[in-house]
């Protein structure tokens, strides 16, 4: 039953519920609806054929967890939130279309119409704003594919049912709805305002709330509001298609739109490891590069990766081909935190195209004891003082006490980078304060670190982790002073530590799927003596002997 309460505790419809369920809210919703589109708008995201032929053969498999039946099991109650937004969306519509043929547009019918027989009225999960608001875009979205040569009588279901769901939505929004999610509410009513006759009233309150929303989400160095590096990718693929829609309508283009997309491309590209993927931050995955390149090249926007991005509070590190990424700011805002991480001040690195240091990533159900864990700070490489988070992870979404604010300097000479940090999220519980100090050599060979602990109690325990990528080989060193990492191409790195025992403990990662991939994390564990402690460490790239093979 607990797992049930978690699956569900996203689609509460507070006391809306009361009139949604009614007769009469069905009447509300009812009213002339349109046959064809007026607007037809691009679709150029690409699906993935494989998915496709999973569907096809009856699994159903999204955000980790798979169900196999001839129709969806659309209220199984043992899913996961996730895993229930995902199949009511429809958004893996375009998996069915990139595997093709006449199979895969009968198979999107038969769902279609699946939802339609038992989704007509109201329902708190199918009809949740977040998820009624892609399932808008994806049908008008892939239309051309599962309606083209439909019968007459599935046409006039799925546009009746289209007009009631953008009524109902337009009532809805904004609602509980913020951040990325309330750009997408405001997508679909952007989609139904101008795609669909009659809806003139809902396209125009959809560009002032964009307009405001745009104002309150980008921040002026072109970072989205949540500090998210996967939310900052989804936000910046809902303005593109925004601005598609009104291309294709021949509207005007707020000005604010186009301004927001040319700085949200630049930031994106700034989280972006040397293997195309993006760094792991605040309930974050890699994503794959190729549809990050895709959303790139759709963005139209020129700019190079930032340096530095204050206002989101993140600095990059880079030099030769290391590039190192840092957690510098405070953690979002309350109401914008439901993916927050107790990760401040913690920092990934990676090498060419291999990725080096690492944190540990999110999992797709983003509540439950999957969120517990992977949100804390011992899942970040950053220090941990008593095996307590720098901000306090609610296990259901957001974070409580945190760390307020948050200080950082930036240096450069010569192509050397000097980042200076600090945080007080332990302060209250401990009274200590945390610095760190990173440096990149110009050659990209050498980052030095220092990790410092100023205040506090004689005697308190901390760790320093530095968790590793699963392709990442470590050995101790005969010393117990350091550890060598070796990179699948053959690199080796030596990391260096001084300031607490050294250790090499087991750690999981999920930066590029929902399954955890055992790995490892180098550890330094200490306790604090007269007011602090420090521990002082670095990762130099080991130079080839003499002769050895290039």
Known sequence: MARVTSGMRRFRAGPGALVYGTPLYGVLLKGRAPQALGVVPADPWPGDPRQGEALLAGRFSFAGEERQADLPPWLDLSAGSAWLTALHGFDWLRHLKAAGGDAARRQARVLVTSWLDGFSSWHAVAWAPEVTAQRIVSWIGAHDFFLASADDGLRARVFDSLARQIRHLARLVPGRLCGVDLLLGVKALVYGGFCLAGRERAAQRALWLLNRELARQV??????????????????????????VLRAARADM????????????????????????????????????????????????????????????????????TCVLMDAGAPPPAGLDARAHAGTLSF??????????????????????????????????????ADTNSASVREDGGLGRRPHPVEAKRRETGGAVLVEAAHDGYRDTFGMIHHRRLYLADTGEDLRGEDRLEGGVDGQTYTLRFHLHPGVHASLSQGGDGVLLRLPSGAGWRLRLSGGTVGLEESVYLGDGPEPR??????????????????????RREKKAEGADP
């Open 219 to 244: 921040m002026p160095d072109g970072g989205h509001v949540q500090r998210s590096p996967s939310l900052q990718l989804q936000a910046l693929r809902h303005l593109i298609d925004i601005r598609g």
């Open 254 to 321: 707020p000005d604010a739109l186009q301004h927001a997309i040319d700085r949200l491309t630049p930031t994106l590209r700034f989280f972006r490891h040397g293997d195309g993927g993006l760094a792991l931050f605040n309930g974050g995955w890699a994503e794959d590069p190729s549809f990050i390149d895709t959303v790139l090249s759709q963005a139209d926007a020129r700019g190079r990766p930032l340096r530095s991005a204050p206002h989101m509070g993140f600095e990059r590190l880079a030099a030769g081909r």
């Open 348 to 385: 990934e690195m990676s090498v060419g195209r291999e990725r080096l240091i690492v944190n540990c990533g999110s999992h797709p159900s983003e509540t439950g004891a999957w969120r517990g864990a992977l949100a804390s700070t011992a899942a970040h490489s950053t220090l941990v003082v």
């Open 518 to 539: 055992g790995t490892l994390q180098v550890t330094v564990r200490g306790e604090t003596a007269a007011g602090g402690a420090t521990v002082k460490w670095a990762l």
